[in-house]
């Protein structure tokens, strides 16, 4: 399983756009990145998906250089029900073994 | 709406009286798995089930059961509970296995209190 790191929290303001990185050197020709969003004593939710290149949804923007050792979960605008823990989930096993580091905690400010 | 439903969302037994966590979803999804969630150790897999009568143990089974004899139930059963299984417990269920497409959905959690 390719091993990711993320930063362990992160702070901003309401309004302001937030990017948070996942680098993962390991990871493997048929790994897919995924992001996943959890609020405290809640399930985690899934936010957006990628292979390479940009994905966006309603919600966020996944970034993903040629390279693929590392992403980026854009959030634009965020606002105070942003605060959360983030999740960088990369491996080929997918669903059978969902694989959830430490996170990054993000905390927004008025 | 799309959902994985547990029951109950909180729970407080004694050791070693047997209890079961029941788990359901709606979207018709094969897979489906449990997991629990401790402080300073996150997510740690329990089982998980590839369809139906068909299971696998996690990184942490010992002490759990599950069956699935219906595709849209996942139940987890602790036969005889401990207080070291006083946990957050989380049940998902995707579409897809691998690849593309495997959103997981979780259900929003029990929380297991063994005194």
């Known amino acids: 399983l390719a091993k990711t790191t993320q930063p362990i929290s992160m702070d901003s303001y309401e309004g302001q756009e937030v990017n948070i990185t996942c680098s993962h050197n390991?990871?493997?020709?048929?790994?897919?990145i995924t992001w996943y969003q959890q609020f405290p004593s809640q399930g985690p939710r899934f936010i957006i998906q990628?292979?390479?290149t940009k994905v966006t949804n309603e919600v966020a923007s996944l970034f993903i250089p040629a390279d693929r050792k590392s992403s980026t979960l854009s959030l634009p605008r965020v606002s105070l029900s942003d605060t959360a823990v983030y999740y960088c989930?990369?491996?080929?096993?997918?669903?059978?073994?969902?694989?959830f580091g430490t996170g990054t905690r993000l905390l927004v400010s008025p | 709406e799309a959902q994985v439903t547990q029951n109950p969302r909180y729970l407080i037994t004694v050791t070693g009286k047997k209890l079961t966590v029941t788990c359901s979803q709606n979207?018709?999804?094969?897979?489906m798995s449990w997991y629990r969630q401790d402080p300073g150790l996150g997510l740690r897999q329990i089982y998980y089930?590839?369809?139906?009568?068909?299971?696998d143990k996690g990184d942490v089974p010992e002490g759990y059961k599950v069956s699935r004899k219906e595709k849209r139930n996942f139940p987890l059963i602790l036969e005889s509970p401990s207080p070291n299984q006083t946990s957050l417990y989380f049940c998902?269920?995707?579409?897809?296995?691998?690849?593309?497409?495997?959103?997981?959905?979780f259900g929003q959690g029990t929380r297991l209190t063994v005194v």
């Open positions: 989930l990369v491996g080929d096993t997918g669903f059978q073994k969902l694989v």
């Open positions: 998902a269920s995707s579409f897809g296995l691998r690849g593309a497409n495997t959103e997981a959905f």
């Open positions: 089930s590839m369809n139906v009568e068909v299971t």
């Open positions: 390991n990871i493997a020709t048929n790994d897919y």
């Open positions: 990628g292979y390479k």
């Open positions: 979207m018709n999804h094969e897979y």
